[in-house]
């Protein structure tokens, strides 16, 4: 009996919390949540004119770049330039060891006033016809080898004197002062940066957009964020045969040496059309598999009469990009309101509080700050 009476117990017990619970979630389904807006930060969809521009990425080549190396063996006997330096066409750079050299040329030298004084003499006698005519001629070849093998002297001199044959910028010294050089070994590089050349490649598709003349614009990490101008100046007339693309080159001013042989840079060569466009700052933009999207923001009334701004999801088709900007081709119209920060915590149909005073700063052409 007594046992009978605690299992009717217990199960009272538990009776009068299922009947708790399910007072409480009926009352928490029957209760309006109110559930706090997401602040954000938003801009209107702009229509503007963009320039069409074709875009490749490319390399930095020296308009001209060379490798100094020694013509002759030789030890270095005086070091005349500082790693890093400027330097004019003609400046010596580096000169050899010529002792060996200059003695021979004041022998030949000797040899040379010799033959010439005695194909003078020669000269005269023959003039009086007490000497033969071939013997006038083999003094006379005797003086002109006598010449050449000084002269043989003096370019061997001039060759171990090692002077820049353009102005340029000098790189890392490779050599040190004592060293023997054999013929061929590096001294120096030595390069030519203002102006500059950037090779780059397009479709061959494209090229009857492209004409010599036409601006071309640099930017990239490597140059800090800037944007350099230049002009096409040579199209390769063959198409490589296993890319189906055109090598183009077009030439930079480099005053202020931002450039530098050798410098990946992304390359767009602008075109004398333009197109009206949507644009809309990137960060405005949920990127997902099942596509891109945008939140846009509406206002409407609650069911007090009181004015609630709320955001809608709309997939959009993307265009290209310019700095910050994208270009929508579909989804969105001009003067529609988005949101340009925040996204990644909204849901469709949510209430939102606009705050643009931190709202990020999307520009054509930005300028990091810590490049």
Same mark, same amino acid.
Request: charged content about 20%.
């Given at each position: ?8 117990? !217990? ?34 969809? &702009? ?18 770049? !060379? ?29 050899? *060891? ?40 083999? *003094? ?22 090692? &002077? ?61 964020? &800037? ?100 270009? !929508?081709?579909?989804?969105? &119209? ?38």
């Amino acid at each position: 009996m007594k046992s009978f009476l605690s299992i009717l117990a !217990v199960i009272a017990v538990i009776a009068i919390i299922v009947a708790i619970k399910v007072s409480q979630i009926t009352t928490l389904i029957h209760t309006k949540q109110q559930v706090p807006p997401e602040s954000v930060s938003t801009t209107e969809v &702009k229509s503007e004119v963009w320039q069409q521009a074709l875009t490749s990425v490319g390399s930095l080549t020296a308009v001209q770049g !060379v490798t100094v190396a020694a013509e002759l063996d030789g030890k270095i006997a005086a070091i005349n330039f500082t790693a890093g330096s400027s330097v004019n066409a003609g400046d010596i750079l580096v000169r050899q *060891d010529t002792s060996a050299e200059e003695a021979q040329l004041r022998s030949a030298e000797a040899s040379a006033e010799l033959a010439t004084e005695n194909l003078r003499r020669t000269k005269e006698l023959l003039d009086k016809e007490t000497v033969s005519q071939s013997q006038f001629d083999a *003094d006379s070849a005797t003086q002109k080898q006598a010449i050449a093998a000084a002269d043989n002297i003096r370019a061997t001199i001039s060759k171990k004197t090692i &002077k820049a044959p353009f102005s340029g910028k000098l790189g890392i010294r490779l050599v040190n002062l004592g060293q023997n050089l054999k013929a061929g070994d590096s001294i120096v590089s030595l390069q030519a940066l203002n102006p500059i050349f950037v090779d780059f490649y397009l479709p061959q598709d494209e090229l009857n957009q492209v004409t010599v003349g036409l601006t071309v614009s640099l930017s990239g990490d490597a140059i800090s964020g &800037k944007n350099v101008l230049g002009k096409v100046t040579a199209i390769s007339p063959d198409v490589d045969a296993s890319t189906r693309n055109v090598r183009i080159e077009a030439t930079l001013d480099n005053k202020a040496g931002l450039l530098h042989p050798g410098m990946y840079v992304d390359v767009a060569v602008e075109l004398p059309v333009t197109d009206k466009v949507l644009t809309i700052p990137a960060t405005a933009v949920l990127y997902a598999p099942f596509g891109d999207t945008v939140y846009v923001v509406s206002t409407s009334k609650d069911d007090s009469g009181a004015e609630v701004q709320t955001v809608a999801q709309k997939i959009v088709r993307l265009g290209i990009r310019r700095g910050d900007f994208v270009a !929508v081709t579909l989804g969105l &119209k001009a003067g529609d309101t988005i949101v340009t920060s925040g996204v990644f915590r909204l849901r469709p149909g949510a209430t939102v509080k606009v705050n643009n005073e931190f709202a990020p700063d999307a520009q054509i052409a930005p300028k990091p700050s810590d490049s």
